[in-house]
């Protein structure tokens, strides 16, 4: 069959030419994505209830949410916080739960304890691909904040959302549509009345309903009953009440009615100045840069009100796309790169131009293969072609070194194609086999590191498996049907050094040979120092996005106003946009009613927007300077993709978190202070933010019930009295030109303002009486806390910091200073954060590991048919390593989940060449050769072929490496780690596995001298 397919090639070209129209068409299909789908089964609920304390949150709505929760199938684990005004229960699901599925659990638990959370509070859902599906942000200034809040919600947002991918588009800022009512408590009083009545009145007074139909004369004519507030006048002249002698009072003899907006807990504003923004969130589905087209297309031909603009302050698609650009760019210049050095090395010929044309094929053929199995292009997938490509070439120089060897023993095209092919055929798929070996273990690691890895084996594992394909089909093909390289042709360039880097290194390994033990020795120090160097190194847990906008997060004292936030919020926005290279500020402060956010009003975000060319960590160093000199306030500076991210998979803010488990509130807080002080003596930690030291200033109001019972007055009619003077209620919309206003009612400004107006706050007696509630209740100013944190049903709280240093020392370090403050035993303490992330990711890496070095050592021993000379390869890979090591501690490269990748990219690919030398060693041995001579002639075989396709590889990877281009330079720790280990590996291979070879020889014969006597035994 094989010999057919090479002497008839039509079936071969044919399916070149299917490979090559489906990677077109895959290409064109694909969604473009920063990351793969990250469908992790992680719900978080979200409620607001304005005015709550973190108490009354805790009781009215984190627990009857978590308990809903806590009875879930397939959970994981529950946390939750709560805090003034807000309160998030983050559910978690065992591995394998589908996100739709995680979602209709959830709605399932909601929906049984509705009924019992606090009127007017709806909980939102959240998961990790919501927060990730936020593709831009737009902000518009210009108008009236009223006017611009319709234009943006009644008439841009429905245009949006009905274009391709859009799931839905939030808008925020401005101001709701409300027609205000400001009550007199004085008025109130003199005529027997509190807001409650007023209420009421205004509810009975707008109405539409039906009234069934009347038949008449062969037809129903239906009856509609109309009594909606349509007008304002209308609504001032409503009557709240009749006097004694029957005259009416109307609404605007007791309260100021005038048109207006609802009063709102946030604000926003852009470059100092009031804003409405409006943020689009697309489709799961949905490729990111078509939809953030399709956003653009639409908004640049819809015509905006006269003397708005319109502005772009985040947009997802803009990095994604200089990522994805710089990707493309790394992977066609490595293609490039590696085609050249073939060329330089094995010259220009049809044979070697063959092989360059594998490159291109084995790419669109993953392309191809990524569609049919629902890959999209992202920073895993592009990342795998761009570490893969270098090693396309490797199969192919493999067999046509091979067929050339056959050729030059006088054998026919025919003949040495199909010899040389057959020959090479076994060790050339144990070598791809044991690199894929590598990635298969990725199926068993779960979480959110598993969505990350599993795109990136599967992508590699297509290249390896294409590569292998073209190499034992389409190279022979050639070698039969072009004409063969001449065997009298010069040698060029790049094959005479390294001819004389093949003799240099030959006398290398006579010399290493000789002196065995300290060669030995001296591999094993310096893999100690690399793996001392390598911890020294930054750690996070994903790479850094280098994007052109930062994100500033401050917060001040918990309680603050929203007034005060905005004063220190704005000194912010002064700060930031005198700062060089900052073209706009974009500025939230607090969080919509009906959003995902979960800041109070004493918390905000910057959204800086850089002009072009501007070096982010430069502006990111120099503001950090300013805001380290501002009193009184905690800021963080990131950038807002990264942010979300980082929040996404860690649950916090920062990078590391210490956590107090324990019962009561008041231990848990007091154990945080003293941890606090503690950690600020533990050198290498830093920052250390303990927002739990602040309380929260409130007001109680005790119910008196004996008052109650004696007035006819029960608590809910007083905590309704207490809500509506005070907080304000929407007690109706009204609407008018298709657009709903809402009707506000609550005391003027002047009455809200102390001890004293809450104390005159009308209450309504079962006998028509309004009485003053500081006859009907206590009130008295008290603290409060200000948050609860809750895991898994238990109270916590966390402190939030960065490492500065080595984090394996530093944590050290904060064990002893935590066990030296003897902490009551009820009090626990735990680590939380990305750096516990990273290390739970770290441990399942080590356990793939293992799982890829035993399926690898399984089937090399298969081939070399021996247990011991696949652990002398696999001695070799902690050298590898070291060489990894050393390029990451040389260029400061963070360690990050890309990083871990690369140590599992690394083990497969080192042990390649391993491989193919000990198989030629082996040959050789059974021609007669001892240990040393046989290992010398593997070397001297091997040299070539193995630094021709380790010179591809990492040829390939200098693009990435370098980080060439603007933007994101997501793929460059990757790509250093394995050019200095494949780098070391090179060196290794030709000079200590042989050393390791030899020195092991005595225990070799010793194994088969056992299973000679086995043999005469049986």
Do not use: C
């Not at 984090?807 to 002893?816: A, D, I, K, Y």
């Not at 050789?924 to 290992?935: E, F, I, L, S, W």
């Amino acid at each position: 069959m094989y010999q057919y397919l090479i002497r008839h090639p039509i079936a071969i070209v044919l399916g070149i030419l299917l490979i090559v129209i489906g990677g077109f068409a895959s290409l064109r299909e694909m969604p473009v994505d920063l990351f793969p789908n990250l469908n992790y089964p992680l719900i978080n609920v979200v409620t607001h209830y304005p005015a709550g304390t973190a108490e009354d949150m805790e009781q009215l709505i984190t627990g009857p949410i978590e308990n809903a929760m806590l009875g879930l199938t397939d959970l994981r684990r529950v946390r939750s916080v709560s805090v003034p005004g807000f309160s998030q229960v983050t559910v978690e699901f065992t591995w394998g739960v589908d996100v739709l599925q995680a979602r209709q659990l959830v709605f399932a638990g909601l929906a049984q304890i509705q009924g019992s959370l606090p009127q007017g509070t709806q909980p939102e859902l959240e998961n990790i691909g919501t927060s990730l599906a936020m593709l831009s942000t737009y902000t518009l200034k210009g108008s009236e904040p009223v006017a611009l809040y319709n234009w943006a919600r009644y008439e841009l947002a429905p245009r949006l959302t009905t274009l391709t991918g859009v799931a839905r588009v939030d808008v925020m800022g401005g101001g709701k549509a409300a027609y205000r009512i400001d009550l007199n408590p004085l008025t109130l009083r003199q005529h027997q009345l509190s807001a409650s009545d007023i209420a009421a009145s205004l509810r009975a007074e707008n109405v539409l309903d039906t009234g069934g139909f009347i038949e008449q004369h062969g037809r129903d004519l239906l009856i509609r009953t109309e009594g909606r507030i349509q007008t304002l006048e209308t609504l001032k002249a409503i009557i709240v009440k009749r006097g004694a002698d029957g005259r009416p009072l109307r609404l605007s003899d007791v309260a100021a009615v005038y048109a207006g907006a609802e009063p709102l807990r946030y604000s926003v504003t852009t470059d100092r100045q009031p804003a409405v923004a409006f943020t689009i969130q697309k489709q799961p589905q949905a490729s990111t840069l078509e939809v953030s087209r399709a956003v653009d297309d639409a908004l640049a031909v819809m015509p905006l009100p006269q003397g708005v603009s319109l502005e772009k302050f985040y947009d997802q698609a803009a990095i994604i796309g200089l990522a994805y650009r710089n990707m493309r760019n790394a992977l066609v210049l490595g293609v490039l790169l590696a085609a050249l050095s073939l060329f330089w090395v094995l010259g220009w010929n049809r044979s070697t131009l063959i092989v360059a044309v594998t490159f291109p094929l084995v790419v669109l053929g993953t392309f191809m293969l990524m569609g049919l199995s629902g890959l999209g292009i992202n920073l895993m997938t592009l990342g795998a072609l761009t570490v893969a490509i270098g090693l396309i070439d490797d199969d192919a120089v493999v067999v046509l070194e091979n067929i050339d060897r056959h050729r030059g023993l006088g054998k026919t095209r025919l003949a040495a194609a199909l010899d040389g092919t057959r020959e090479i055929i076994a060790p050339d798929l144990t070598g791809t086999l044991s690199i894929l070996a590598a990635f298969v273990p990725l199926v068993l690691v779960t979480g959110l590191a598993g969505r990350l890895f599993q795109p990136f084996g599967l992508t590699f594992g297509f290249v390896l498996a294409l590569s292998l394909l073209f190499s034992l089909t389409l190279i022979p093909l050639a070698a039969v049907w072009l004409p063969a390289r001449s065997a009298t042709s010069q040698p060029t360039v790049g094959a005479r050094w390294i001819a004389v880097f093949g003799d240099w290194n030959q006398g290398l390994l006579a010399y290493l040979l000789q002196r065995r033990a300290l060669t030995l020795i001296g591999a094993l120090l310096l893999l100690l120092l690399s793996a001392g160097l390598l911890i020294l190194n930054p750690v996070r847990f994903l790479p850094l996005l280098d994007e052109d906008s930062l994100l500033v997060s401050y917060q001040l004292a918990p309680g603050t106003s929203l007034k005060e936030s905005n004063r220190v919020g704005d000194q912010l926005d002064a700060i930031s946009l005198n700062l060089p290279g900052v073209v706009g500020v974009f500025r939230r402060t607090g969080s919509p009613e009906d959003s995902f956010y979960i800041e109070g009003p004493d918390e905000g975000e910057l959204v800086l927007r850089l002009a072009a060319g501007v070096d982010p960590v430069k502006v990111r160093k120099e503001l950090e300077h300013l805001l380290a000199q501002l009193p009184g306030i905690v800021t963080r500076v990131n950038e807002p993709t990264t942010e979300k991210l980082e929040e996404s998979f860690s649950g916090l803010p920062a990078l590391f978190g210490i956590t107090v488990f324990g019962r009561d509130l008041e231990a848990l807080y007091a154990a945080a202070a003293r941890i606090e002080d503690a950690t600020r003596q533990v050198p290498g930690l830093a920052n250390v933010v303990n927002n739990t030291k602040i309380p929260v200033d409130q007001i109680v109001v005790t119910i008196d019930r004996d008052a109650g019972a004696r007035l006819g007055v029960d608590a809910s009619t007083v905590a309704a009295s207490v809500r509506v003077a005070m907080q304000g209620e929407t007690v109706t919309d009204v609407i008018v030109e298709q657009r709903p206003i809402a009707l506000f009612i609550r005391y003027g400004d002047a009455d809200r303002t102390s001890l004293e107006s809450l104390g005159q706050v009308l209450v309504s007696t079962a006998d028509g009486r309004s009485i003053p509630l500081i006859q009907l209740a206590h009130i008295e100013p008290m603290s409060s806390y200000p948050f609860i944190e809750h895991q898994q049903g238990a109270r916590s709280l966390t402190l939030t910091a960065e490492i500065d240093g080595n984090p394996v020392v530093v944590l050290e370090r904060l064990g002893q200073a935590i066990d030296a403050l003897n902490l009551p035993e009820e009090i626990q303490v735990g680590y939380t954060g990305q750096y516990q992330q990273l290390l739970d990711t770290g441990v399942q890496v080590l356990w793939v590991l293992v799982a890829a070095i035993a399926l690898m050592y399984g089937i090399m021993a298969m081939q070399l048919g021996s247990l011991l000379d696949p652990a002398v390869v696999l001695t070799k890979l902690p050298m590898d390593f070291m060489g990894a090591a050393l390029a990451l501690f040389i260029t400061r490269q963070p360690l990050d989940v890309t990083v871990l990748i690369g140590f599992i990219t690394l083990v497969g690919v080192s042990m390649d060449n391993g491989i193919m030398l000990l198989t030629f060693t082996r040959d050789y041995r059974r021609q007669g050769m001892d240990a040393d001579a046989a290992v010398r002639m593997a070397v001297k075989v091997r040299t070539r072929p193995m630094l021709l396709s380790n010179l591809t590889t990492l040829m390939a990877l200098i693009p990435a490496a370098l980080g060439i281009g603007a933007g994101p330079q997501l793929l460059q720790p990757l790509a250093i780690m394995l050019f200095g280990g494949l780098t070391a590996g090179t060196l290794l291979n030709l000079n200590l596995l042989p050393v390791i070879y030899v020195a092991t020889e005595r225990w070799r014969r010793a194994m088969d001298s056992k299973s000679e006597t086995e043999g005469a035994e049986k």
